[in-house]
């Protein structure tokens, strides 16, 4: 019992630091960083007062009310930065349909808000980026010269393809695997080692925890990786 007691006592003063650090902190920063909901927090409310600047960086996959967080502190300005033409609000099906599958950045756009485009990506490569920027972009998604004279690793392999599998998707406990889009890349896999593309040079990407389990076990298998 008195062990409890000790142990508990030591628990909130531990606490009582880590706040009284943590009001130190925010009390004398001049650039604070927070995911939209912890924004909400009460350390953070009662030791943060009103902003001059407040920037939303991945804002159009953040809903309304994830946005409104943050203006509690009462913004001069506000900067949303991010792509409409990405990915959306992650919300349930019960409320998709409601309003909050967009964004604020989206509903703006929705109302003719004027807002500039970054035009020039970092990443991809031409042959990739052709296909998005002609889809989503008008064209008018270019490559940076870094891009442009980055090295291929693999230049006899096409940088991009699609490939459309008829299998059937399966409910695995809470997840999902589909047989058939399994085998389907793992032939690609053969196909690529056949190439001279090194197995540490593949990735490869599954929504479901089943279909990895999925994929793993068709590649031991055939003696494929780890």
Known sequence: MILRLVLKDCINQIKNTKSKFLAFLLQRANVIFATLVSAGKKDMRININNVD???VDEAAQATVPQ???????????????????????Y????VWGSG??????DIMSMHDQ????????????????RWPSERYYQGELSVSISVKQRKELY????ASGFFHSQGQELKVGTSYVNKTEAAEIVKHIKSMLVKGVKPEDMCIIAFYKAQVIWIQSLLKEDNIGN
């Open 91 to 94: 919300v349930s099906r019960q």
């Open 114 to 129: 004027e807002y500039p485009m970054f035009s020039t990506q970092y990443r991809m490569s031409e042959e990739i980026n």
């Open 155 to 158: 230049p006899n392999i096409p």
């Open 100 to 105: 909050f599958e967009h964004s604020l950045m």
């Open 53 to 55: 600047m407040l920037i």
């Open 67 to 89: 946005v409104l967080i943050p203006m509690h502190y009462c913004p001069k300005q506000c900067l949303h930065v991010g792509d409409i033409r990405q990915l959306p609000p």
